[in-house]
């Protein structure tokens, strides 16, 4: 039995500094982020920032390609307004005879700029050519002759073999050319109008239709003359 009369022992204050020490020793109790985070198993954690990693990506990406796009809308290559719209025409863009013409942009051997819908109003010869064709070297002086007596029709050649423009030059000085010689390193137009073979001719009419396309060397001037002299049949 305790002896009431001993001194009692003195109660110990305990200091802020003492708590401060006793609470580090046995821990902080981890918040609620921290829990949610340990509960949560290491494969999710990862899918879900694979998840974030692609769709930051697929956003940068998106950027870029509309950053080129606007880019590009002034370069030559790019429809204009009507011939994307189809604003004044009732015919879908195509190929075949009635279609609207599909427009196209390119570079003559000297840096020239051309844009086939700034011919709007006038008709249009597009031939295909390659400068090592016989078949193309031997109609040329007859397509130039043609094209002297028909002021209203633009001449335009378009070189399908992807030619730089020194090849395209000797061409066009060869044959005594005034008129376009378009390059088209990436083969872009001819595949757009289904070119496999040259020469190949479409005769465009003022307002932008297809009047006419055939495959193979013209005959004669007067042939040539008889297809700059058709017109757009009824819209």
Not at 46 to 60: D, E, T
Not at 63 to 68: I, R
Not at 141 to 161: F, R, T
Request: charged share 20%; with cysteine; hydrophobic share 40%.
């Amino acid at each position: 039995m305790a002896n009431k009369d001993a001194p009692r022992r003195p109660r110990e204050i305990e200091t802020e500094e003492a708590r401060r020490k006793r609470r580090k020793k046995k821990g902080k109790r981890p918040g609620p982020a921290r829990q949610a985070s340990r509960l949560l198993p290491r494969k999710s954690i990862s899918i879900r920032f694979g998840v974030w990693a692609a769709a930051f990506a697929v956003f940068v990406l998106a950027g870029a390609l509309l950053f080129y796009l606007l880019g590009q809308s002034g370069a030559p290559g790019a429809p204009s307004s009507s011939y994307a719209r189809n604003e004044t025409l009732s015919a879908a863009v195509g190929t075949s005879v009635g279609d609207v013409a599909p427009d196209f942009g390119l570079y003559d051997y000297d840096g020239g700029a051309f844009n086939l819908s700034a011919q709007r109003g006038r008709k249009v010869l597009l031939v295909f050519f390659a400068t090592w064709c016989p078949y193309c070297n031997a109609e040329a002086p007859l397509i130039k002759e043609a094209a002297a007596g028909n002021p209203g029709v633009s001449v335009v050649y378009v070189n399908d073999n992807m030619e730089d423009a020194a090849a395209i030059y000797s061409f066009a000085r060869k044959h005594g050319l005034s008129c376009p010689a378009l390059l088209d390193l990436g083969g872009g137009v001819p595949a757009m109008y289904g070119v496999t073979r040259h020469p190949s001719h479409f005769l465009i009419g003022a307002d932008g239709r297809i009047i006419y396309k055939a495959y193979g060397q013209f005959a004669s001037a007067a042939e040539v003359e008889g297809v700059l002299s058709l017109q757009a049949p009824p819209a």
